[in-house]
């Protein structure tokens, strides 16, 4: 249990659905991440956030849409979707985004687009 | 552009050997490094952080260890047992403040009894 949580774990989804992911944190952070793992591809970064801003889009289709409305919650809004966007999307938090902070992870969503 | 590369992609060991994952980064100017452990259909389990000034670091049976200079660091696991059936993961970070890891696609381990 590394106090960030993720819901829901598992979604399947149409290409036409509207869906979102949820990711809390009770750890009193004030920076949080979504990562993207896809099979056999390394997590990569999609979004950070700081202090309930976007300091960091790192070049992600709209069809993703973060929210961050206060520092403990991060949404990831889904639309139209593509089947090569099922993956594992993990959510992370840390006290800041400084280099010196640990980054914690939660348990992930698995996203299947149908 | 930073890279970061496991080597093995996988590796199969009988209980109780000693063995030795490697990862490796292209651009030395990192601020730390760190190994994860992912279970299957699990999140990340920070395993061992090393900071740019040190040479290794230790957490029971695992010693990570860091050449920034060669951009190479290992993650060494002693007397190995089935429970350390894992992912492990290696990720650096620079010091640009962004919260970014750059992450190795990592090595799968399985301990056979």
């Known amino acids: 249990e590394t106090g960030v949580t993720q819901t829901p774990r598992h979604l399947v989804m149409g290409m036409t659905n509207k869906k979102s992911l949820k990711c809390e944190q009770h750890?009193?952070?004030?920076?949080m991440y979504w990562y993207k793992q896809s099979a056999k591809k390394p997590l990569e970064l999609m979004f950070v956030y700081s202090l309930e801003e976007r300091v960091e889009n790192n070049s992600v289709p709209s069809r993703f849409s973060p929210e961050c409305p206060n520092s403990s919650h991060l949404f990831l809004h889904l639309h139209t979707l593509q089947p090569e966007d099922s993956a594992l999307y993990l959510c992370?938090?840390?006290?800041?985004?400084?280099?010196?902070?640990?980054?914690?992870f939660g348990e992930g969503s698995w996203l299947t687009v149908v | 552009k930073q890279e970061v590369t496991q080597i093995p992609a996988a590796l199969s060991v009988p209980e109780g050997e000693n063995l030795v994952l490697n990862c490796s980064f292209t651009?030395?100017?990192?601020?730390?490094l760190q190994w994860f452990r992912q279970d299957p259909g699990k999140g990340l389990t920070s395993l061992l952080l090393?900071?740019?000034?040190?040479r290794e670091q230790t957490s029971g049976r695992l010693n990570a260890s860091l050449d920034k200079s060669s951009g190479r660091s290992t993650l060494y696991i002693a007397a190995s047992q089935p429970g350390d059936s894992a992912t492990y993961l290696c990720?650096?970070?620079?010091?640009?403040?962004?919260?970014?890891?750059?992450f190795g696609q990592g090595t799968t381990l399985q301990v056979k009894p």
């Open positions: 651009d030395s100017a990192i601020y730390n």
């Open positions: 992370a938090s840390s006290l800041t985004t400084a280099s010196g902070n640990t980054i914690y």
């Open positions: 990720a650096v970070r620079d010091s640009s403040n962004t919260g970014k890891l750059i």
């Open positions: 750890l009193g952070h004030n920076a």
């Open positions: 090393i900071q740019s000034s040190q």
